[in-house]
């Protein structure tokens, strides 16, 4: 069975640094592995799709990694700003629908 | 780009009542959708997947019966909570594909959202 861990839970960091969460699976059997954002309240907006065959995707000041063999994604965030403060989920797509980690809670400090 | 819609964006119901969300896919057509359930700072729970023209695959632990889907054309799913209670105040998010034109390789695409609290 699938399962997806973020780290950190949460993170707190002032405007302007450049920040790292963390994505781990278990199984690397996957089609691809997306990144979320979700506002509170709110629905889920696609950040970045990484394909299984894929090490990168970038998008704007996001960058995603994906090792699939290690069962490892990274989300970079460069230059964080007041208004990247969200709740950021990882999510992999394979034989199942989409199995998603409890994500990271993100705020950024002006 | 893909759009999922999801209407209503909130509802407040009597316990006892039924209550139904609707899920419609903008611009593709989604022959699988998927209903997820938020508990406050929870991940997403997948409930159910919603097969078009066919009945519905609940995962574990969800009872269909309460949790009535609906998905008669290519671009619409509803879920029917039905005989709403307190517990099930919750917030609902649908998901849809676009397979048919990418396969498996295709993200996913998520509604806005549902909150239903029950009073």
């Known amino acids: 069975k699938q399962e997806v861990t973020q780290i950190p839970a949460a993170l707190s960091v002032p405007e302007g640094e450049n920040l790292v969460l963390n994505c781990s699976f278990t199984?690397?059997?996957?089609?691809?592995l997306q990144w979320f954002r979700q506002d509170p309240g709110k629905g889920l907006t696609s950040l970045l799709l990484?394909?299984?065959?894929?090490r990168e995707q970038t998008s704007g000041r996001l960058n995603a990694s994906l090792d699939k063999s290690s069962g490892r994604s990274t989300l970079y965030i460069a230059a964080s700003q007041p208004g990247d403060s969200a709740t950021y989920l990882c999510?992999?797509?394979?034989?199942?629908?989409?199995?998603f980690g409890k994500g990271t809670r993100l705020s950024v400090i002006a | 780009g893909a759009v999922v819609s999801q209407h209503p964006s909130w509802v407040i119901c009597k316990s006892g009542t039924s209550v139904k969300i609707e899920c419609r896919s903008l611009?593709?057509?989604?022959?699988?959708m998927f209903w997820y359930r938020q508990f406050p700072k929870q991940s997403l729970m997948l409930m159910a997947t919603?097969?078009?023209?066919?009945?519905?695959?609940?995962e574990q632990g969800v009872e269909k019966d309460k949790f009535l889907i609906n998905h008669a054309s290519l671009t619409l799913s509803t879920l029917t909570v039905t005989s709403a209670h307190p517990e099930d105040s919750s917030f609902y998010i649908c998901?849809?594909?676009?397979?048919?034109?990418?396969?498996?390789?295709?993200?996913?695409?998520f509604g806005s959202g549902t909150r239903l609290t029950v009073v």
């Open positions: 199984d690397s059997a996957i089609y691809n």
């Open positions: 998901s849809a594909r676009d397979y048919l034109t990418g396969g498996a390789n295709y993200g996913y695409t």
């Open positions: 990484i394909q299984s065959s894929q």
């Open positions: 999510a992999v797509s394979g034989n199942t629908p989409l199995v």
């Open positions: 919603s097969n078009e023209g066919s009945k519905a695959t609940y």
């Open positions: 611009d593709f057509q989604a022959t699988t």
